[in-house]
Nanobody, 124 residues
Framework: QLQLVESGGGLVQPGGSLRLSCAVS????????ITWFRQAPGQERWAASC?????YYAESVKGRFTISRDHVKNTVYLQMNNLKPEDSGIYFC????????????????????WGQGTQVTVSS
C-alpha cells in the first residue's frame, strides 16, 4: 500500500529556507508523479510543484523552489529558498501513478494518495 509522509516544515523568517521531504513507501517512485500542493487557511489546495516525466513549478515559486527525487531513498524533496509570508500554509505531497510515463496534473482530484501535510509558516 502506497504511503506518503511529509516532513521538514516549520517556522522561518522571510528570506529563509526550508527543505520539505516526502517519503514514499510501498511502491517504486519511478512509476509515480509526485506533486507538492499548498493550502493556506480558507483557500483551495493548489499545485506548487510536481516531478514526473516533466517538472512543473507554479509561477509564484519559479526560481525559488526546486523539486528533486532520490530514488535510493524513495523520497521527493522540495527545497524552498527566499521564502515569503505568502508561502505559508500546509504543504501536502500527493502521488499519481502510471506504468510507463507518470505525468503531473494540477488537478488535486487526479490524485488518490496523499500525505498528512506539513505546516510552513513564514513570518518575522
Amino acid at each position: 500500500q502506497l504511503q506518503l509522509v511529509e516532513s521538514g516544515g516549520g517556522l522561518v523568517q522571510p528570506g529563509g529556507s526550508l527543505r520539505l521531504s516526502c517519503a514514499v513507501s510501498g511502491v517504486e517512485l519511478n512509476y509515480y508523479a509526485i506533486t507538492w500542493f499548498r493550502q493556506a487557511p480558507g483557500q483551495e489546495r493548489w499545485a506548487a510543484s510536481c516531478t514526473g516525466v516533466l517538472t512543473y513549478y507554479a509561477e509564484s515559486v519559479k526560481g525559488r523552489f526546486t523539486i528533486s527525487r532520490d530514488h535510493v531513498k524513495n523520497t521527493v524533496y522540495l527545497q524552498m529558498n527566499n521564502l515569503k509570508p505568502e508561502d505559508s500554509g500546509i504543504y501536502f505531497c500527493a502521488a499519481r501513478g502510471h506504468p510507463s510515463a507518470p505525468t503531473c496534473s494540477l488537478d488535486k482530484g487526479h490524485y488518490n494518495y496523499w500525505g498528512q501535510g506539513t505546516q510552513v509558516t513564514v513570518s518575522s
